[in-house]
């Protein structure tokens, strides 16, 4: 199989959503904390209607029904979370709900988890599958599903929800450089989820983020060395039209990408510009530990790479930013915004992904776009998945309402026995929702 990868796309995350404008006044945070400080417009959240279950249903029914796919013709399907609803029967074993209706039940594949890393692995079992002498010529689906909720405080602000059902297969417009990757994993404690009664992560923000940096600059080190011994020459910033990442918040994307450019001035790239240079001369000499620390490399660094920025990474944000953390789908939601905003222009170019799962798993790699044929084009992948139409039906809920969704959901988590209120006026036609949990824990969905 030839130019392995993702054939088809479609997203779903909740309709209803909070404007970060008002949690910071809710809050009581300073006036552009959120906004700016993290740069997040709004974030959307499950009601008790909805669960990682529920939107995974809907994003591949919506998936297969959209592009016209027979679920006979799905014979792997992995999917990638950390939203813990049971401790043993997978997500993808509700999925197959879907496939049994159709008299398929020969479908490999089961969940994959690691935070926000899940996705990834999933997604990269599909592709090795293609590849490999065990694929039986049906198509892979990769499903990544999360409902992001912290306790109250300064995590709050960084949750999300959404489902991503990615179809792969091979001749795909979105094709794996599949030897272009880099990956460091290593063990760390800087979110992760031992209270196995609470939803709610334990996290050291400051160390996830100087985590997630130091996994951007190895990553990146080895996918340079390796794009340096198979080209023969070396991979600098320019050899890539957009750069995708794991987007908790926007502030670290653009963190990021600026510790890529230093990364371009440290290696002597010469694509490097003498402006450039200037302003990043003074840090040459920092350790690792020291760069990490500096807040003039971090305000010099995001300068000197904010026109590369707007370029490369800005039409990656939209979704990121208005829906929030999606875990494990955060970092396909913003690779989503990239189809959504530059669909007619991709052909031909290349997009360099950065997937980060704190405890930590991190990869960097490579894709290759090409026009496709319909039903799987790039045109059609961004007006299946119409994402300005979904955002724009949402229903902004205020703070109050927010907090209160959250306190029930905690009551809830884990619990058995209860039917939900079953209200899906909110919900588009077609979606999924979770009308009652039973006395053996057993969940039940209906679909509007
Ligand atoms: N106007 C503009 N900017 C402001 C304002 C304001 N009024 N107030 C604060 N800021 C800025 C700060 O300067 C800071 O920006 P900087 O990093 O460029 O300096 C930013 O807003 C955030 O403020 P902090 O005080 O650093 O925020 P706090 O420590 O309260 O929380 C954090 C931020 C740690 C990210 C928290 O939200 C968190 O723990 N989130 C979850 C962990 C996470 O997402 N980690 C990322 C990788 S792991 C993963 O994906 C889950």
Not at 31 to 58: N, R
Not at 199 to 215: F, I, R
Not at 358 to 375: D, I, N, V, W
Request: proline share 4%.
């Amino acid at each position: 199989a030839k130019n392995v990868g993702i054939l088809a796309m479609e997203i779903y995350f909740p309709p209803t959503c909070v404007q970060q404008e008002a949690m910071e006044a809710y809050d009581g945070a300073s006036k552009g904390k959120y906004t700016i400080g993290l740069g997040q417009d709004c974030m959307a959240f499950c009601t008790e209607v909805e669960d990682v279950i529920s939107m995974s249903l809907t994003a591949v029914s919506s998936l297969l029904a959209k592009y016209k796919i027979d679920p006979k013709q799905i014979g792997r399907l992995e999917v990638g979370s950390e939203t813990v609803i049971d401790k043993s029967k997978s997500i993808k074993t509700f999925l197959m709900q879907i496939f049994e209706k159709s008299g398929n039940t020969d479908i490999e594949g089961v969940d994959s988890t690691n935070a926000c890393y899940g996705g990834t692995a999933a997604l990269f079992n599909c592709v090795n599958w293609v590849e490999s002498s065990s694929w039986d010529g049906r198509y892979g689906l990769v499903v990544c599903t999360d409902s992001a909720v912290y306790a109250e405080g300064p995590a709050r602000p960084t949750g999300g929800a959404a489902a991503i059902a990615m179809l792969i297969g091979p001749d795909a417009p979105i094709a794996f450089e599949s030897k272009l990757r880099g990956s460091h994993m290593s063990h760390a404690y800087d979110f992760y989820k031992p209270n196995l009664a609470s939803e709610y992560p334990v996290v050291d923000g400051k160390l996830s983020q100087t985590c997630y940096l130091m996994a951007v600059d190895t990553c990146y080190k080895y996918f340079c060395h390796k794009y340096e011994k198979l080209e023969g020459k070396q991979f600098s910033l320019s050899d890539a039209a957009y750069f995708v990442f794991h987007s908790p918040y926007n502030k670290l994307v653009q963190k990021s990408f600026a510790r890529l450019l230093f990364n371009d001035f440290l290696r002597n790239a010469s694509s490097v510009d003498e402006i450039t240079k200037e302003k990043l001369a003074p840090f040459s000499t920092l350790t690792g530990d020291e760069s990490y620390q500096s807040r003039d490399l971090e305000k010099a660094s995001q300068q000197a790479s904010k026109s590369l920025y707007d370029a490369k990474v800005q039409p990656t944000t939209l979704i990121p930013k208005q829906v929030g953390n999606m875990y494990t789908a955060s970092l396909y939601a913003a690779f989503a915004s990239l189809i959504h905003n530059k669909n007619s222009e991709l052909a031909g170019k290349r997009v360099i992904l950065f997937s980060y799962g704190s405890g930590l798993t991190a990869t960097m790699f490579s894709l290759r776009f090409h026009e496709g044929q319909h039903p799987f084009s790039l045109s059609n992948i961004a007006s299946v998945m119409n994402v300005a139409g979904k955002l724009k039906s949402r229903q902004e809920f205020p703070p109050e309402k927010f907090v209160e969704t959250m306190k029930l959901m905690e009551h809830r988590y884990g619990a058995k026995d209860f039917v939900t209120s079953k209200d899906c006026s909110l919900l588009y036609p077609g979606t999924y929702y979770l009308t009652e949990v039973d006395s053996m824990y057993r969940r039940f969905y209906a679909k509007k």
